[in-house]
């Protein structure tokens, strides 16, 4: 599974109420979730965003609550991907969960510019900068992982294989 | 190599000899703990897997706990969907309000937690099961309705630190105080995503009910487990909880690899406190003596059990409390409070001023009995003292011991319990 995008960058210990603030968790509506993606950074992200984006982060991303909006934001804002030098425990699973990847590559954060184009090749584990040919390598997720971001997430992947 | 506890639990629950940290599995769930907050959230999830039942081998245990009884209609709501979702799964160990009281509790004294299974529930608190060699763990709501659908979920294998708890406890020092000061060490996320495993000579000689407040309390260092190593207590705390049922303690083996072991030396520790607002604002109550408090809680699943009920009791006796504080004494299950009753706890609590509530989550999560207002202090024995949890945002919400919190009780005070004989 290849994904190819422009990515916007954030910084260490991004929290879920930066991603998802607490007010909106009364919404479970995959739609209306996403339009309060990363409100907490009060950017007007969820206006910038383009469907396939990416974003580049630093360390624990997705700290903070187990809240599940926080990865639904993400992946029905459009983002193809997360890629972070590491991911809170919850958020991780959480964006699995609901086909989101997420890579978790340290030194990533230095070595990605806001809007540049990175390509991801995800069972290959390689990330490559698409100006330059530059590349960084990561472990690849094993294919339980990739099974259930592929099957849409965790509810069909189990839905599926229970049938 | 060998393995330590979480290790050899989960290789076993993935049908695999070995497994190394990093590695994803895909692990049978022996039990899922449901609430009155968690049962209505996994009802979307749940139903969209499509399934109508509880998968074979899962146990269900559901205690409705945070608002009991219900405060509101909306919190009456979700107990009637926690209530017909237990009669329509047919779920035997549903433990209506009254009979049972804060989950974790209810979880260990009721014997639905044995060394080596994998427990999991919507709540992060699951961390306590620990204490009796279970790996328990919170999760969002989607996983814990595959884990009930299923019987199963995935887990990365996470990097064990071990840290072996030294030396001699000082008098006044307990479980809670070697809480906040391993809080105050691993700040810095040391511990985000690890197992802690706990073991030395401090370890073998808490009760267990010492032990659950350690495995509560470590999941604010961002543990995803805390393991704790079994012995003769944990077997004959297990022989009465578990009346007969099978069980095998869980040990690691001699040669396990850790990410990092520490040895922590208790014998100069003093009674300590988190400042608001986390709780690894770790200080000791030394430095935090002389604050005015509103408000002293004594309960939650972090210390709210018969040895801390017994610190305040025998404190308190033939005393009273501050007429400037209100102490409120929430016992975390029906039993304790029956046993306090038995005891003459309750009527020491009852003559120093102290309120008395029914066993609940209330206070701790800041959902009834016993909120605090702008600007007012509350000293209190549970587990987070984030901004807001226990009511107004503009409170304070300082944690430490049972001894701490009383001893304040009485002087109006943040007090070093040392001070109150
Ligand atoms: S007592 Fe507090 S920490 Fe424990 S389960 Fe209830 S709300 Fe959570």
Not at chain 1, 72 to 97: P, V
Not at chain 2, 75 to 88: C, S
Not at chain 2, 120 to 130: E, I, K, N, Q
Not at chain 2, 207 to 217: F, G, N
């Amino acid at each position: 599974m290849n994904i190819s995008g422009k990515v916007w960058k954030y910084g260490d210990n991004i929290d879920t109420d930066v991603i998802y603030p607490g007010k909106y968790l009364v919404h479970f509506d995959p739609e209306e979730v996403a339009k309060h993606v990363m409100e907490g950074m009060g950017d007007g992200f969820a206006e910038k965003v383009q469907k396939g984006d990416l974003i580049v982060a630093g360390q624990n991303f997705g700290t903070g609550s187990a809240r599940e909006q926080a990865a639904m934001a993400l992946r029905y804002a459009g983002l193809a991907a997360i890629l972070a030098d590491s991911f809170s425990r919850t958020f991780f699973r959480n964006a699995i969960n609901n086909a989101l990847p997420v890579v978790a590559v340290k030194g990533i954060s230095k070595w990605v510019e806001e809007g540049e184009e990175l390509e991801v090749e995800l069972t290959k584990g390689i990330i490559r900068k698409v100006n330059t040919g530059e590349e960084l390598k990561f472990i690849p997720h094993p294919q339980l992982i990739m099974d259930i971001v592929n099957a849409g997430g965790a509810i069909n992947y189990y839905k599926e294989k229970n049938k | 190599m060998g393995m330590n506890i979480i290790e050899k639990i989960m290789a076993k629950h993935a049908g695999k000899d070995s497994v190394v940290p990093g590695e994803i599995v895909e692990c049978a769930v022996d039990a899922v703990m449901l609430h009155d907050v968690g049962t209505p959230g996994i009802q979307r999830p749940f139903n969209a897997l499509g399934t109508d039942k509880i998968a074979d081998g899962v146990d269900c245990i559901i205690i409705p706990d945070h608002f009991v009884p219900a405060n509101t209609v909306a919190a009456a709501e979700n107990l009637k969907i926690t209530r017909e979702f237990a009669e329509r799964m047919s779920i035997e160990n549903y433990y209506e309000i009254g009979r049972g009281g804060i989950c974790h509790q209810v979880m260990m004294e009721k014997g639905h937690v044995k060394p080596g299974q994998i427990i999991v529930a919507p709540d992060s608190h699951a961390t306590t099961y620990g204490a009796a060699g279970a790996f328990g763990t919170g999760l969002g709501v989607t996983d814990v309705a595959i884990a009930l659908g299923t019987g199963k979920l995935w887990f990365v294998v996470p990097e064990t630190v071990r840290v072996n708890l030294t030396g001699k406890l000082p008098e006044w020092v307990s479980a809670k105080d070697i809480s906040i000061y391993l809080l105050g060490k691993f700040k810095d996320g040391e511990l985000l995503y690890r197992s802690l495993e706990l073991g030395g000579n401090i370890i073998h000689e808490m009760s267990m009910d010492s032990r659950e407040c350690l495995a509560d309390m470590a999941l604010e260092m961002g543990v995803k487990a805390c393991l704790v190593e079994c012995d003769e207590i944990t077997d004959a705390y297990l022989k009465k909880a578990l009346k007969g049922e099978p069980y095998e303690l869980v040990t690691p083996d001699q040669d396990a690899s850790y990410e990092a072991v520490y040895d922590v030396d208790v014998s100069d520790m003093v009674p300590m406190i988190s400042m608001p607002h986390t709780p690894s604002n770790a200080a000791t109550v030394k430095e935090a003596e002389g604050k005015k408090v509103n408000q002293a809680f004594l309960g939650s699943c972090t210390n709210g059990r018969m040895e801390d009920l017994k610190i305040a009791a025998d404190m308190l006796r033939g005393k009273t409390i501050s007429p400037k504080v209100r102490l409120i004494v929430t016992p975390a299950s029906n039993e304790i409070y029956n046993k306090a009753m038995e005891k003459g706890y309750l009527k020491i609590f009852m003559d120093a001023g102290a309120t008395i509530t029914n066993a609940t989550c209330g206070a701790c999560v800041g959902g009834h009995l016993g909120l605090i207002a702008a600007g007012e202090v509350c000293i209190s024995s549970s587990n987070r003292n984030f901004r807001g949890r226990m009511g107004s945002k503009d409170g304070e919400i300082y944690l430490a011991s049972p001894a701490a919190v009383i001893a304040s009780a009485i002087t109006g005070e943040i007090t070093d319990p040392r001070g109150v004989s």
